[in-house]
């Protein structure tokens, strides 16, 4: 399952939220700063996954590039291996 910007962002409101509500409570034993600090945590890194783009976006915009200096010839000489079943890797010998 991918998750999209508005995901995350509701995700990082249910986390603020969250802490909001343990900034008013006492816990026993400091249950409720530790709370606290893993909430802050989980924001700071929802943050930054809305602002980094994702691994297939960013491969994305340079595979075309590479796949356009190939050429055509390439893409012709693969379609026939794959015909034949004659791509991938060599069998090894028994």
């Known amino acids: ?5 508005n995901d995350l962002r509701a995700l990082r409101g249910m986390i603020a939220e969250a ?10 034993q ?5 709370a606290l600090e893993l909430l802050e945590s ?8 809305i602002e980094t ?3 297939a976006a960013s491969l994305g915009r340079k595979g075309g590039k590479v796949t356009a200096k190939r050429g055509p010839e390439y893409f012709a000489k693969i379609a026939g291996m794959r ?3 004659a791509g991938g890797r060599p ?3 028994q």
């Open 53 to 55: 783009p994702t691994v």
């Open 83 to 85: 015909k034949t079943r």
């Open 19 to 28: 802490r909001t509500i343990l900034t008013t409570t006492k816990l026993p």
């Open 30 to 34: 400091g249950r409720a700063e530790r």
């Open 42 to 49: 989980a924001v700071a890194l929802t943050d930054n996954l």
């Open 1 to 5: 399952m991918m998750l999209n910007k």
């Open 91 to 93: 069998r090894k010998d």
